[in-house]
């Protein structure tokens, strides 16, 4: 589904990313881990165009993403919740809904769907999104992004902030859709969270790729998370 | 269920624009001449701010060059007329052209940038219009600028030099502006500009070509703003070098930031608000600029969001 081959990247002058390889296929939840300023962010940005890969190749189902424009990532079935959540605030619940099916050119089953998902969305469709709560705002963001029908979900810190309740709901959420076949990639500080999720994990450290191992593997062996985390 | 409500809400919004229209219909026949001739040209010049405000308001960009475009349509509207003896009807399909190819070119360009530098590459772009009517004074008669005949300004059977035709084809033109952009405001092209100015990155993320928009804002934008320039050439019977000055570039943004960015309505309300604040205070002083400035900033103060937009956001949520 997705494959990194020596991804390098960054900002102006400044490398972050050095020649980051990874495979995720359809079904499975890849987590990366690392410290502060690993290049976590950054390798999500360098997946959707954000940021140029200034070497290297990604390649989603058969098509180069470096080779196309950053604006039709998106249309290939990759949905990207950067950290932050970074809704349209002065929008509604339900405009911000829109947008997504609007990108995704979805219908409103789509939007049925999402809200099957999210009821609390469904209360609250005429609420302007910056009066949500945190919570909320990370079910508005999860949702928008589920209405472009993704194969493929890039998921930055989404646990960020949240009550114990609302983890609960978006690691549920996270489960239910690799169970329909999304492939997830997360970025989280929460490893506690992540282990009991993931199929795989990779430590990034200073913009490189430490290791990639199964989540098991990791739980079997503690250790490993100081040597490279300090935790 | 969403679109239920969408529909809703809009209706009202709509049905609330309507009673506006029908209200301004009815003061022709209430005012005196002097304010009746004064709304007319604040119809004409809020078409001009709704232009404005479907780039800053709706989109978030900030332009320091509008004047550039009214001036194209004014030009567009008043050399064919002049030099080339046009009628009416020619000469404004020529100023829409003008408007719709100078508003594209410049977009194009000035879309390279973002930000400050989107204002000071607009303003340049501005500057260089207004000299360059000034360099081709033999035919803009430059600062002097020229009258367009009371005879030649006779469009489609009306007399549009005389007061009610003058007044009423104002009007005409203030509700399509008006109408056009709530139609744009509920329009799928209209949510993505909101997207855009709420979130750009985000925008572009969840699929959208945020620069062909912005693009499409900037045309839009720049056409009606022509459209207002060819109007009050038409209607006032005069172009002149000082409507593509910077000082034009900024009254829009005063008006539209004193009405409400980002409202249907706020355009016309900040452009009432301020002819008349300049017009009262004119009376009574010469330093009228400063009671004008004051007013600004307590205005900025205590009602951040203009006045449509602190009427909105406290009683009707729903208004475009």
């Given at each position: 589904m997705l494959e990194l081959t020596s991804v390098s990247s960054g900002y102006a002058g400044a490398q972050v990313l050095r020649e980051v390889s990874l495979s995720l296929n359809a079904g499975e939840i890849v987590c990366i881990l690392g410290r502060n300023g690993a290049g976590k962010t950054t390798m999500m940005k360098t997946i959707m165009g954000l940021l140029k890969a200034s070497q290297g190749q990604i390649i989603f189902n058969g098509t180069d993403l470096t080779a196309i424009a950053p604006h039709k990532i998106a249309g290939c079935g990759i949905g990207y919740i950067p950290q932050g959540r970074r809704l349209f605030s002065e929008l509604t619940v339900a405009e911000n809904l829109e947008i997504g099916l609007m990108a995704g050119g979805k219908s409103a089953a789509t939007r049925d769907k999402v809200l099957g998902m999210f009821p609390r969305l469904a209360e609250r469709l005429d609420q302007r999104a910056n009066t949500l709560s945190g919570g909320e705002q990370q079910m508005l963001a999860t949702g928008r992004a589920l209405c472009l029908e993704p194969q493929l979900l890039l998921l930055d810190e989404p646990t960020e902030g949240l009550q114990p309740s609302m983890i609960a709901l978006i690691r549920d959420t996270v489960v239910e859709l690799k169970k329909q076949g999304v492939g997830i990639l997360l970025v989280e500080q929460r490893v506690d969270a992540v282990l009991s999720i993931a199929d795989k994990v990779m430590f990034l450290e200073n913009g490189m790729n430490r290791d990639v191992m199964s989540a098991d593997h990791l739980r079997d062996n503690p250790d490993i998370l100081k040597k490279y985390i300090g935790v | 269920m969403i679109e239920k409500t969408g529909m809703t809400d809009a209706r009202k919004s709509l049905y609330f624009h309507l009673g506006l229209i029908g209200a301004l219909f009815i003061l022709q026949f209430i005012l005196p001449a002097y304010h009746h001739g004064n709304l007319a040209r604040i119809m004409v010049l809020a078409c001009y701010a709704m232009g404005y405000n479907i780039l800053f308001g709706y989109t978030g960009l900030l332009s320091l060059g509008h004047a550039?475009?009214?001036?194209?349509?004014?030009?567009?509207?008043?050399?064919?007329?002049?030099?080339?003896?046009?009628?009416?009807?020619?000469?404004?399909?020529?100023?829409?052209?003008?408007?719709?190819?100078?508003?594209?070119?410049?977009?194009?360009?000035?879309?390279?940038?973002?930000?400050?530098?989107?204002?000071?590459?607009?303003?340049?772009?501005?500057?260089?219009?207004?000299?360059?009517?000034?360099?081709?004074?033999?035919?803009?008669?430059?600062?002097?600028?020229?009258?367009?005949?009371?005879?030649?300004?006779?469009?489609?059977?009306?007399?549009?030099?005389?007061?009610?035709?003058?007044?009423?084809?104002?009007?005409?033109?203030?509700?399509?502006?008006?109408?056009?952009?709530?139609?744009?405001?509920?329009?799928?092209?209209?949510?993505?500009?909101?997207?855009?100015?709420?979130?750009?990155?985000?925008?572009?993320?969840?699929?959208?070509?945020?620069?062909?928009?912005?693009?499409?804002?900037?045309?839009?934008?720049?056409?009606?703003?022509?459209?207002?320039?060819?109007?009050?050439?038409?209607?006032?019977?005069y172009a002149g070098a000082t409507f593509a000055s910077v000082q034009y570039s900024i009254f829009p943004l005063l008006w539209v930031l004193l009405g409400g960015a980002g409202t249907a309505l706020g355009p016309f309300i900040g452009t009432l608000f301020m002819f008349y604040l300049i017009d009262l205070s004119s009376s009574f002083t010469t330093a009228y600029m400063l009671i004008a400035g004051l007013a600004l900033v307590l205005l900025t103060l205590f009602l951040p969001q203009g006045l449509v937009g602190e009427f909105r956001r406290k009683v009707v949520p729903w208004l475009s």
């Amino acid at each position: 589904m997705l494959e990194l081959t020596s991804v390098s990247s960054g900002y102006a002058g400044a490398q972050v990313l050095r020649e980051v390889s990874l495979s995720l296929n359809a079904g499975e939840i890849v987590c990366i881990l690392g410290r502060n300023g690993a290049g976590k962010t950054t390798m999500m940005k360098t997946i959707m165009g954000l940021l140029k890969a200034s070497q290297g190749q990604i390649i989603f189902n058969g098509t180069d993403l470096t080779a196309i424009a950053p604006h039709k990532i998106a249309g290939c079935g990759i949905g990207y919740i950067p950290q932050g959540r970074r809704l349209f605030s002065e929008l509604t619940v339900a405009e911000n809904l829109e947008i997504g099916l609007m990108a995704g050119g979805k219908s409103a089953a789509t939007r049925d769907k999402v809200l099957g998902m999210f009821p609390r969305l469904a209360e609250r469709l005429d609420q302007r999104a910056n009066t949500l709560s945190g919570g909320e705002q990370q079910m508005l963001a999860t949702g928008r992004a589920l209405c472009l029908e993704p194969q493929l979900l890039l998921l930055d810190e989404p646990t960020e902030g949240l009550q114990p309740s609302m983890i609960a709901l978006i690691r549920d959420t996270v489960v239910e859709l690799k169970k329909q076949g999304v492939g997830i990639l997360l970025v989280e500080q929460r490893v506690d969270a992540v282990l009991s999720i993931a199929d795989k994990v990779m430590f990034l450290e200073n913009g490189m790729n430490r290791d990639v191992m199964s989540a098991d593997h990791l739980r079997d062996n503690p250790d490993i998370l100081k040597k490279y985390i300090g935790v | 269920m969403i679109e239920k409500t969408g529909m809703t809400d809009a209706r009202k919004s709509l049905y609330f624009h309507l009673g506006l229209i029908g209200a301004l219909f009815i003061l022709q026949f209430i005012l005196p001449a002097y304010h009746h001739g004064n709304l007319a040209r604040i119809m004409v010049l809020a078409c001009y701010a709704m232009g404005y405000n479907i780039l800053f308001g709706y989109t978030g960009l900030l332009s320091l060059g509008h004047a550039m475009f009214f001036a194209a349509g004014m030009y567009g509207m008043g050399l064919p007329m002049v030099h080339l003896g046009w009628t009416p009807e020619p000469a404004l399909i020529s100023a829409i052209v003008v408007g719709v190819v100078v508003s594209a070119g410049i977009g194009f360009l000035a879309l390279r940038t973002s930000g400050v530098s989107f204002m000071i590459v607009t303003l340049m772009f501005a500057q260089a219009g207004f000299l360059t009517i000034l360099y081709f004074g033999e035919w803009t008669r430059g600062d002097e600028g020229f009258v367009i005949k009371q005879a030649e300004r006779v469009m489609a059977g009306f007399d549009l030099s005389q007061p009610t035709n003058r007044y009423n084809a104002a009007l005409i033109l203030f509700s399509i502006c008006l109408l056009l952009t709530i139609r744009l405001v509920h329009s799928r092209f209209g949510r993505v500009m909101i997207a855009i100015r709420e979130n750009e990155e985000r925008t572009h993320m969840l699929g959208y070509d945020v620069h062909f928009h912005k693009w499409m804002a900037v045309i839009m934008s720049g056409t009606m703003a022509a459209l207002a320039g060819a109007a009050y050439a038409l209607l006032f019977g005069y172009a002149g070098a000082t409507f593509a000055s910077v000082q034009y570039s900024i009254f829009p943004l005063l008006w539209v930031l004193l009405g409400g960015a980002g409202t249907a309505l706020g355009p016309f309300i900040g452009t009432l608000f301020m002819f008349y604040l300049i017009d009262l205070s004119s009376s009574f002083t010469t330093a009228y600029m400063l009671i004008a400035g004051l007013a600004l900033v307590l205005l900025t103060l205590f009602l951040p969001q203009g006045l449509v937009g602190e009427f909105r956001r406290k009683v009707v949520p729903w208004l475009s």
